[in-house]
């Protein structure tokens, strides 16, 4: 891993590490969580999320979606504050804060550091025209062969929607940037962003390595506006006096970590050379891969970013195929179906009285934004093959579940397509990971085994900060402590019925696609 070999020696390196800790936070579209991690041993000493409800998000038009970034910060004090409680340390036992954040959402700042205007967050589809737009004039093969991807719906093209829909705010905007580049003001008091944060913006060039000039010109953004950039490992700035009077920690501690949730999930399952996935599957469902190859797929359905470890000199590309629909659908079920009477746990059980493949129904989950993979369209969630006289609410339970699997099973086509082998897919006992229908129905129609590991995008930002702050030498030495927690094989549903369920799945989406041409 010699990426990391400039970390060791650094100013930050502390030799009696064994005795501090290491803060991590995961900033969410649903909640806001912070990590505590000894150090030494690698375990979690606190954790908390707030708010116990969900975070506020705003839509004022469908399709649209957006954030207030202060209700963040009101979370992340919450949350701070609770694990420094619970622990009962003294906050200058802490080494380093990493930060994970969700990724694509757009945040402008004026001169004094103001918000502008709320925060457009990942899944607002108010920009897909935008960027189909940019990407015919730059050109497809140009921008694809510089960038990756197109502009598509990414940070770039919100940006860009600000500016000639509200002119009036783009003037006073100072710097743009992502969710965790404010967190990370709001903890130094210095605005910054990474090259791996640019790239999902859709505003790094991998070819010239530097912002993406194409995008900037297409877009006529001042590239004045980017933010300095800093280190995805390394220092990145020093809690300010403010915050840490806010925050209840210690001014000078070092920030040493900052990337997206899905490279840091990565990061979080020691996913980091070629061949290796990950998943996720809260709000959004997530597989990500890693490839050593600079490369892209012709239609753009799926993304690629530079992965936390990526030089120009070693590529470690992140391909993320990302399905907006999936823990989304789970969560409209449990509030339309079960009317809020049925716990997760209990809608599983429900769902797994019906025996695989739903008995003929089929959900399609993209009721959630537009849909890269389906190359930015938006056909909406839909149900077929319902019978009334043989289905029930249950087979709707497990239709939806089994909607999500076919969905991540379709994109992992795309990616094999690129050349990524997927034979393992790593992935935290978490969200719909905890359901054995999900989890079973994406082994059989996959044919990957799944393993899944306890812990979380927060604990894997602590640890993504001790390797950022020297305190360990190596990514294995920080995820030495991580555990496997159960194994999910390709055997543990009927694969026949559920190739069949996906197949008729497959069909109800291209009926469903022809319909919206005609």
Same mark, same amino acid.
């Given at each position: 891993?010699?990426?990391?070999?400039?970390?060791?020696?650094?100013?930050?390196?502390?030799?009696?590490?064994?005795?501090?800790?290491?803060? =991590?936070?995961?900033?969410?579209?649903?909640?806001?969580?912070?990590?505590?991690?000894?150090?030494?041993?690698?375990? @979690?000493?606190?954790?908390?999320?707030?708010?116990?409800?969900?975070?506020?998000?705003?839509?004022?038009?469908?399709?649209?979606?957006?954030?207030?970034?202060?209700?963040?910060?009101?979370?992340?004090?919450?949350?701070?504050?609770?694990?420094?409680?619970?622990?009962?340390?003294?906050?200058?036992?802490?080494?380093?804060?990493?930060?994970?954040?969700?990724?694509?959402?757009?945040? @402008?700042?004026?001169?004094?550091?103001?918000?502008?205007?709320?925060?457009?967050?990942?899944?607002?589809?108010?920009?897909? !025209?935008?960027? $189909?737009?940019?990407?015919?004039?730059?050109?497809?093969?140009?921008?694809?062969?510089?960038?990756?991807?197109?502009?598509?719906?990414?940070?770039?093209?919100?940006?860009?929607?600000?500016?000639?829909?509200?002119?009036?705010?783009?003037?006073?905007?100072?710097?743009?940037?992502?969710?965790?580049?404010?967190?990370?003001?709001?903890?130094?008091?210095?605005?910054?962003?990474?090259?791996?944060?640019?790239?999902?913006?859709?505003?790094?060039?991998?070819?010239?390595?530097?912002?993406? #000039?194409? @995008?900037?010109?297409?877009?006529?953004?001042?590239?004045?506006?980017?933010?300095?950039?800093?280190?995805?490992?390394?220092?990145?700035?020093?809690?300010?006096?403010?915050?840490?009077?806010?925050?209840?920690?210690?001014?000078?501690?070092?920030?040493?970590?900052? *990337?997206?949730?899905?490279?840091?999930?990565?990061?979080?399952?020691?996913?980091?050379?070629?061949?290796?996935?990950?998943?996720?599957?809260?709000?959004?469902?997530?597989?990500?891969?890693?490839?050593?190859?600079?490369?892209?797929?012709? &239609?753009?359905?799926?993304?690629?970013?530079?992965?936390?470890?990526?030089?120009?000199?070693?590529?470690?590309?992140?391909?993320?195929?990302?399905?907006?629909?999936?823990?989304?659908?789970?969560?409209?079920?449990? #509030?339309?179906? =079960?009317?809020?009477?049925?716990?997760?746990?209990?809608?599983?059980?429900?769902?797994?009285?019906?025996?695989?493949?739903?008995?003929?129904?089929?959900? &399609?989950?993209?009721?959630?934004?537009?849909?890269?993979?389906?190359?930015?369209? $938006?056909?909406? *969630?839909?149900?077929?093959?319902?019978?009334?006289? /043989?289905?029930?609410?249950?087979?709707?339970?497990?239709?939806?579940?089994?909607?999500?699997?076919?969905?991540?099973?379709?994109?992992?086509?795309?990616?094999?397509?690129?050349?990524?082998?997927?034979?393992?897919?790593?992935?935290? #006992?978490?969200?719909?990971?905890?359901?054995?229908?999900?989890?079973?129905?994406?082994?059989?129609? !996959?044919?990957?085994?799944?393993?899944?590991?306890?812990?979380? =995008?927060?604990?894997?930002? *602590?640890?993504?900060?001790?390797?950022?702050?020297?305190?360990?030498?190596?990514?294995?030495?920080?995820? *030495?402590?991580?555990?496997?927690?159960? /194994?999910?094989?390709?055997?543990?549903?009927?694969?026949?019925?559920?190739?069949?369920?996906?197949?008729?799945?497959?069909?109800?989406?291209?009926?469903?696609?022809?319909? $919206?041409?005609?």
């Amino acid at each position: 891993m010699w990426f990391f070999e400039s970390i060791k020696n650094n100013e930050l390196k502390t030799e009696n590490y064994k005795s501090m800790y290491l803060l =991590g936070y995961d900033i969410g579209s649903s909640s806001v969580k912070a990590a505590l991690v000894e150090a030494g041993s690698g375990t @979690v000493a606190a954790s908390d999320f707030f708010p116990k409800t969900e975070l506020p998000m705003t839509a004022l038009r469908p399709g649209w979606a957006e954030q207030d970034p202060q209700a963040w910060w009101d979370a992340l004090k919450q949350a701070t504050r609770s694990v420094l409680a619970a622990s009962g340390i003294d906050a200058a036992e802490i080494a380093a804060i990493g930060i994970s954040y969700q990724m694509h959402g757009l945040v @402008v700042i004026d001169r004094q550091q103001r918000v502008l205007r709320p925060s457009i967050i990942w899944c607002d589809s108010r920009a897909v !025209s935008c960027g $189909e737009e940019a990407f015919r004039r730059i050109g497809p093969e140009r921008a694809l062969a510089c960038m990756l991807n197109s502009p598509g719906n990414f940070t770039a093209s919100k940006l860009y929607w600000v500016q000639r829909n509200e002119p009036e705010i783009y003037e006073r905007i100072a710097a743009f940037m992502l969710p965790g580049d404010y967190i990370a003001m709001r903890l130094s008091g210095e605005a910054s962003t990474t090259a791996s944060g640019l790239s999902e913006g859709i505003l790094w060039d991998f070819r010239q390595h530097e912002p993406a #000039r194409p @995008v900037l010109d297409v877009y006529g953004i001042d590239d004045a506006l980017i933010p300095p950039l800093v280190p995805t490992f390394g220092l990145q700035g020093r809690v300010s006096p403010e915050a840490a009077s806010e925050l209840g920690l210690h001014a000078g501690t070092p920030v040493t970590y900052r *990337a997206g949730d899905q490279p840091n999930n990565a990061l979080s399952l020691g996913v980091l050379e070629p061949g290796e996935i990950a998943s996720t599957a809260g709000t959004s469902g997530v597989v990500y891969g890693v490839s050593d190859r600079i490369d892209y797929d012709p &239609l753009s359905r799926v993304n690629t970013f530079a992965h936390v470890n990526h030089t120009p000199e070693r590529p470690r590309l992140g391909i993320l195929l990302c399905i907006n629909g999936a823990g989304s659908l789970n969560a409209w079920t449990k #509030r339309n179906i =079960g009317r809020n009477l049925l716990s997760y746990p209990e809608m599983n059980a429900k769902a797994a009285e019906i025996p695989a493949g739903s008995e003929g129904v089929s959900v &399609l989950p993209f009721g959630n934004g537009a849909e890269r993979m389906l190359q930015n369209r $938006e056909p909406g *969630a839909v149900t077929a093959g319902v019978n009334f006289n /043989t289905h029930d609410w249950r087979h709707l339970l497990r239709a939806s579940q089994e909607g999500v699997a076919f969905a991540f099973m379709y994109g992992i086509e795309i990616m094999q397509g690129t050349g990524m082998e997927i034979r393992t897919i790593k992935a935290g #006992r978490t969200n719909m990971f905890l359901s054995d229908v999900f989890a079973g129905t994406l082994a059989a129609v !996959s044919g990957a085994e799944i393993r899944l590991y306890d812990t979380d =995008g927060a604990v894997g930002a *602590a640890r993504g900060a001790g390797i950022g702050a020297g305190v360990y030498g190596t990514p294995q030495e920080a995820f *030495a402590a991580l555990k496997q927690c159960g /194994t999910i094989a390709p055997s543990v549903v009927d694969a026949s019925a559920v190739r069949e369920a996906y197949l008729r799945w497959k069909e109800l989406l291209k009926r469903t696609l022809s319909n $919206e041409n005609d």
